[in-house]
């Protein structure tokens, strides 16, 4: 089974449980601690040994998360470690968190832009990603240059790349096509995927 299906798996019982018991957000803070605890190279590393008894490795989460995080997300951890399965946990928080988004109907918006984005930007941009996916919008603001300008936003899996950069590449398409096909080259482009990185 691929990670990211074990990582959901987890995080959907994880989930299911948080909803019974009403603490979605101590599973959140405690995922989180979880994440980074085995997002730690030398830590990972050791917990991935098979030659060390699994004890030891208990001994190790034990100090380092029993006294930060609830019972429950304490068992989740050891349970992932003797499975074997360390380097899934920063995958089941990510899974989590989205699932919370979905609770909420909340998402997260990484966007991107040549410069900074100005306060009355950052809103502008809330708002229109807000009016298109009716969710509650989150942003999280990155720079790159070579962009050149516009923005790029991924949401999920959906990317919408209004970038000049993307633009070009468009303008460029066409030329090579003979102008066939076109979609306008001063229009959004818009582009659903699985994940893709914005397109360079």
Do not use: C
């Not at 798996?9 to 994880?14: D, K, L, N, W």
């Not at 085995?38 to 034990?62: C, D, G, H």
């Not at 900074?116 to 298109?132: H, I, K």
């Amino acid at each position: 089974m691929l990670k990211g299906a074990v990582a959901r798996r987890y995080a959907e019982a994880v989930f299911d449980l948080g909803v019974q018991q009403g603490t979605l957000d101590r599973w959140q803070s405690d995922l989180h601690l979880i994440a980074e605890a085995f997002s730690n190279r030398k830590l990972s590393f050791i917990l991935r040994q098979p030659r060390i008894p699994f004890a030891r490795k208990e001994a190790v989460v034990r100090d380092l998360l029993e006294k930060q995080v609830t019972h429950e997300a304490l068992g989740l951890a050891l349970l992932l470690v003797e499975r074997e399965l360390v380097e899934v946990g920063p995958k089941v928080a990510e899974a989590f968190n989205q699932k919370l988004n979905d609770y909420h109907n909340q998402a997260t918006a990484i966007v991107t832009s040549a410069v900074p984005l100005a306060a009355p930007q950052q809103a502008e941009v809330t708002a229109y990603l807000e009016s298109l996916t009716g969710k509650h919008i989150t942003l999280e603001t990155r720079v790159d240059p070579q962009i050149l300008g516009g923005i790029i936003a991924q949401i999920g899996d959906t990317l919408i790349d209004g970038s000049v950069r993307r633009r070009l590449q468009l303008l460029r398409d066409q030329i090579i096509r003979g102008g066939s096909g076109g979609t306008d080259d001063g229009a959004v482009a818009a582009a659903a995927s699985n994940g893709n990185q914005p397109q360079r």
